[in-house]
C-alpha cells in the first residue's frame, strides 16, 4: 500500500533531550516535507526537500533539523526539544514539485509533548 | 497569510450535498484552487484542484466562477464520514502551500 509512515505516533520527552522522529514514504517521490500543527495556527511548513542531498527552511525551521541521503526517508530531528515544540507534526511527499501538479500524501501524524 | 476565505464552519445533513464556498479574490492567473481535508487529527487527504474549468472526481467535484474569484467544493452525497475541516488552497507552481483555518463541515445524522 503507498503510504507515509511516521514514527512514533505519540512521543513524551523531557527539555534539552535529542530526539529524531522518522518518516519514511514507498512511492518513490522526490519531494518531502516537514509540518506543526497548532491549535489556531493551522499547519505550518518546517522544512522541506526537493530530491535526496536537497533541503531548504520552511516557515519555521528553527529549532530542527532534517537530512535526505536517501529518497524514501526524511528524518525530522530536534537536538535540544523544548516546550515551545510541543505539536502535532506532518510528513508529506508528493512526486515532484511540492504538490503543484500531484497532491500531497501525508503521514498520520506524531504527536509530541516536551515537559 | 492563507490568500483565501472560508466560513468556519458548517452543518450538512446526512445524504445531502454539502456545499463548501472558499473565497480567493485576489488569485492570478497562475494560481490553481486546491482542497485538502483533515479528518480528526490525521493527516490531511486531498481532495480535488483546479485552474479555471470546473473539475469532478470520485470524492468531490470542484466549482470556480468565470472570474476565478470564488469556487465551491461539492461533496454531492455526504455521510458521516466527510465530517472534517476542509482547506481551499491557492497557489502557484513556485509557491509554498499554506493551509489556512479551514471550514469545520459537520454531518449531522
Known amino acids: 500500500e503507498a503510504q507515509v509512515t511516521q514514527n512514533p505516533r505519540y512521543l513524551i520527552t523531557v527539555t534539552g533531550k535529542k530526539l529524531t522522529v522518522t518518516c519514511s514514504q514507498n512511492m518513490n517521490h522526490e519531494y518531502m516535507s516537514w509540518y506543526r500543527q497548532d491549535p489556531g495556527l493551522g499547519l505550518r511548513q518546517i522544512y522541506y526537500s526537493m530530491n535526496v542531498e536537497v533541503t531548504d527552511k520552511g516557515d519555521v525551521p528553527e529549532g530542527y533539523k532534517v537530512s535526505r541521503k536517501e529518497k524514501r526517508n526524511f528524518p525530522l530531528i530536534l537536538e535540544s526539544p523544548s516546550p515551545n515544540q510541543t505539536s502535532l507534526y506532518f510528513c508529506?511527499?508528493?512526486?515532484?514539485?511540492?504538490?503543484?501538479?500531484?497532491?500531497?500524501?501525508f503521514g498520520n501524524g506524531t504527536r509530541l509533548t516536551v515537559t | 497569510d492563507a490568500k483565501t476565505t472560508q466560513p468556519t464552519s458548517m452543518d450538512c445533513a446526512e445524504g445531502r450535498a454539502a456545499n463548501l464556498p472558499c473565497n480567493h479574490s485576489?488569485?492570478?492567473?497562475?494560481?490553481?484552487v486546491y482542497w485538502y481535508r483533515q479528518i480528526h487529527s490525521q493527516g490531511p487527504q486531498y481532495i480535488i484542484h483546479?485552474?479555471?474549468n470546473n473539475e469532478t472526481n470520485e470524492m468531490a467535484s470542484l466549482i470556480i466562477t468565470e472570474d476565478r474569484k470564488s469556487s465551491t467544493l461539492i461533496l454531492p452525497h455526504a455521510t458521516l464520514r466527510d465530517t472534517a475541516v476542509y482547506y481551499c488552497i491557492v497557489r502557484a507552481r513556485d509557491d509554498k502551500i499554506i493551509f489556512g483555518k479551514g471550514t469545520r463541515l459537520h454531518i449531522l445524522p
Open positions: 508529506a511527499s508528493s512526486p515532484e514539485d511540492g504538490g503543484f501538479n500531484s497532491p500531497l500524501h
Open positions: 483546479g485552474l479555471k
Open positions: 485576489t488569485i492570478s492567473g497562475n494560481e490553481y
